[in-house]
């Protein structure tokens, strides 16, 4: 159990363009996904948290408008990158944590999609 | 605030040696400890973890940490070292009394074991 998949791995797209990802839990419900951004080497920076049927909540230096979150279901949150330039580059990795307790799942434990490599030419 | 400190950004260790990457904590209620793991361009893969109880906690892949209050450190360790161990670990911490406050991460640590 515990699964988080991401889609898709990788994409390259041309200055300018959207690129959506989907990021979903597989055998559990999560009421609260996390979207990261990763640059090479470098640990994981949280841009925003989100929870079902509600807005996102982003940290500081985020622009909410570029990076678009939309967590519709408990399985499913997508991040939309608008508008999207060569420093746009980097490893987004979700998260997902599950709510309420029982099978086996531990809800103080994130799980992590196996991220995707965005390349803004 | 809470923050977390891997003060290694390499450990070098031969297959068969033990292993130990070290990480230090801050936070102002208790601590909800972590140790994720993650292989080239993937995701992280949860390992192990710390709420309360037995300071030493057995984890996924033989790994280990034990936690230490007084040290404020949950350093993870392995007996014995295996090359497909060679992976970036990551250190990670929750403030219990925050509720489900968001995960902090340390740096990173990355861990090449040797043949």
């Known amino acids: 159990g515990a699964v988080v998949s991401q889609h898709p791995s990788r994409v390259i797209c041309k200055s300018g363009t959207s690129v959506k990802i989907e990021c979903r839990s597989l055998?559990?419900?999560?009421?609260?996904m996390f979207w990261y951004r990763q640059f090479p080497k470098q640990s994981l920076m949280l841009m925003a948290t989100?929870?079902?049927?509600?807005?996102?909540?982003?940290e500081q230096g985020v622009e909410k408008d570029k990076f678009l979150i939309n967590h519709a279901s408990l399985t499913l949150s997508t991040l939309t990158v608008t508008s999207a330039h060569p420093e746009d580059s980097s490893f987004y990795i979700c998260s997902a944590r599950w709510g309420t307790s029982g099978g086996g799942l531990r809800t103080d434990t994130q799980y992590f999609g196996p991220g995707t490599r965005l390349t803004v030419l | 605030a809470q923050s977390v400190a891997q003060p290694e950004d390499q450990v070098n260790v031969a297959e068969g040696n033990p292993l130990t990457v070290k990480c230090t904590y801050s936070v102002s209620g208790n601590p909800y400890l972590f140790w994720y793991v993650q292989y080239p361009n993937r995701g992280l893969q949860f390992l192990l973890k710390y709420i309360t109880g037995d300071n030493l906690v057995k984890g996924s892949y033989g790994f280990e940490a034990e936690f230490n209050k007084s040290q404020t450190s949950f350093h993870l360790k392995k007996p014995s070292a295996l090359v497909s161990d060679s992976a970036l670990y990551f250190c990670a911490v929750r403030d219990m009394q925050a509720g489900y406050s968001t995960l902090t991460f340390g740096k990173g640590t990355m861990l090449l074991v040797s043949p």
């Open positions: 055998d559990f419900q999560a009421t609260t």
């Open positions: 989100s929870n079902e049927g509600s807005k996102a909540t982003y």
